[in-house]
C-alpha cells in the first residue's frame, strides 16, 4: 500500500503496448461521427487535490476508467489521465447490449476510485471527486481537436 508519504509525485505514460497486455486498446479510433452522440469529458478532484499523484495511483485511475467505460456500454476513442484530473472522448458502443447513460457510468467511476483511494489513504469519508463536464461533439473539426 502506498500512502501519500510513501509515494512520489510520479508521472506514467500509457502506451498502446502498455494497455495490449492487459486491457482492449483501440490501435485506430474511428476519425467520423456517426448519428450516435460522442462526448468530451473532463473530470476534476474536489479543490484540485492530487490524489492520483503516483504510478500505483494513476494506473488506478486508468485501468478502472477502461473497465467502467467497457461494463457500461461506452466506447473510449481517446483519454488522459493526470493527478487531479482526466479527460476522455466517448461514445455509446453500438455493439453493447447494455449501454449506461453518461452519468451512470461517470458516477460508478468516481465512487469505485474515490473508494479506493480513500483506503489507501485512511480517509473512508473524504470527498475525492468535484464534478464533471461533458461537451456534446457535433461538428467534426471538434471531434478531431479533442482527439489531439
Keep these: 500500500?502506498?500512502?501519500v508519504k510513501d509515494c512520489a509525485m510520479e508521472s506514467i505514460n500509457f502506451t498502446s503496448e502498455t494497455a495490449a497486455t492487459s486491457l482492449p486498446w483501440p490501435h485506430a479510433p474511428p476519425h467520423q461521427l456517426d448519428t450516435q452522440s460522442t462526448f468530451f469529458v473532463t473530470g476534476s478532484t474536489?479543490?484540485?487535490?492530487?490524489?492520483?499523484?503516483?504510478?500505483?495511483?494513476?494506473t488506478l485511475l486508468h485501468d478502472k476508467l477502461l473497465q467502467e467505460a467497457k461494463s457500461h456500454g461506452w466506447q473510449l476513442e481517446a483519454w488522459?489521465?493526470?493527478p487531479?484530473?482526466?479527460h476522455f472522448v466517448a461514445r455509446p458502443d453500438i455493439q453493447s447490449t447494455s449501454t449506461s447513460s453518461l452519468r451512470?457510468?461517470?458516477?460508478?467511476?468516481?465512487t469505485v476510485t474515490a473508494i479506493e483511494v480513500n483506503r489507501l489513504d485512511g480517509s473512508p469519508a473524504?470527498?475525492?471527486?468535484h464534478n464533471y463536464w461533458d461537451t456534446r461533439l457535433t461538428y467534426h473539426k471538434a471531434y478531431i481537436a479533442r482527439l489531439s
Design 84 to 86: 487531479n484530473h482526466y
Design 104 to 110: 451512470d457510468f461517470i458516477n460508478k467511476l468516481h
Design 1 to 3: 500500500m502506498q500512502s
Design 46 to 58: 474536489f479543490e484540485k487535490a492530487h490524489h492520483f499523484h503516483c504510478s500505483q495511483r494513476l
Design 80 to 82: 488522459a489521465v493526470f
Design 126 to 129: 473524504r470527498k475525492i471527486w
